[in-house]
């Protein structure tokens, strides 16, 4: 095809989709039910709510996700009046097409995400206990038991015992 012909650049390309605040979720959730391609990169990290560690899965870019669309076939109409969604990015009242190697990266990093999640400790890092009879001493993280508690490894006298106590009394050396 010519490269001044208008009809050259209608291969589905992504798109940034900019959300209301805190509702890339729902965004995601009724642009996917409306039968859009969507990609919303999230990862899980532990955070400290109500002084105990929990998992909770935070998107990577909190007000935006990438949609697939293409210039014909797709229906861009409903978009705009999906729950949770601001607006399309544009430039000059133009959508910004995201190159494909950006949202492969992407994609390839999601899913690896997903395989190893982030962990607040590691396995033979050193901890300060912050709570407790064994307050302020230093021990090894050895693993978690269930989501809120932990073994670690602490020098009493001269032994080295494993002992169970709760993530949120553990804090990194």
Same mark, same amino acid.
Not at 1 to 26: D, H, L, T
Not at 42 to 57: D, F
């Given at each position: 095809?010519?490269?001044?012909?208008?009809?050259?650049?209608?291969?589905?390309?992504?798109?940034?989709?900019?959300?209301?605040?805190?509702?890339?979720?729902?965004?995601?959730?009724?642009?996917?039910?409306?039968?859009? =391609?969507? @990609?919303? +990169?999230?990862?899980?990290?532990? %955070?400290?709510? #109500?002084?105990?560690?929990? $998992?909770?899965? =935070?998107? @990577?870019? +909190?007000?935006?996700?990438?949609? %697939?669309?293409? #210039?014909?076939?797709?229906? $861009?109409?409903?978009?705009?009046?999906?729950?949770?969604?601001?607006?399309?990015?544009?430039?000059?009242?133009?959508?910004?097409?995201?190159?494909?190697?950006?949202?492969?990266?992407?994609?390839?990093?999601?899913?690896?995400?997903?395989?190893?999640?982030?962990?607040?400790?590691?396995?033979?890092?050193?901890?300060?206990?912050?709570?407790?009879?064994?307050?302020?001493?230093?021990?090894?993280?050895?693993?978690?038991?269930?989501?809120?508690?932990?073994?670690?490894?602490?020098?009493?006298?001269?032994?080295?015992?494993?002992?169970?106590?709760?993530?949120?009394?553990?804090?990194?050396?």
């Amino acid at each position: 095809m010519e490269p001044n012909n208008p009809i050259a650049n209608v291969a589905p390309c992504w798109y940034v989709i900019q959300c209301k605040g805190g509702e890339s979720f729902r965004a995601a959730e009724h642009l996917a039910n409306q039968g859009y =391609e969507i @990609l919303h +990169p999230v990862l899980k990290v532990q %955070r400290k709510r #109500q002084n105990k560690l929990t $998992w909770i899965t =935070e998107p @990577l870019f +909190p007000y935006y996700l990438f949609i %697939r669309l293409d #210039q014909i076939a797709s229906n $861009w109409g409903p978009i705009r009046s999906t729950r949770g969604v601001l607006r399309l990015l544009t430039f000059a009242d133009t959508p910004v097409p995201v190159k494909d190697d950006l949202v492969e990266t992407l994609k390839s990093h999601a899913t690896a995400e997903d395989e190893t999640p982030h962990t607040y400790f590691m396995a033979g890092e050193k901890v300060r206990i912050t709570q407790g009879p064994f307050k302020e001493l230093e021990a090894i993280f050895t693993r978690t038991k269930g989501e809120e508690r932990a073994i670690v490894l602490l020098n009493i006298l001269q032994r080295p015992q494993h002992l169970e106590m709760p993530l949120q009394h553990l804090k990194k050396d």
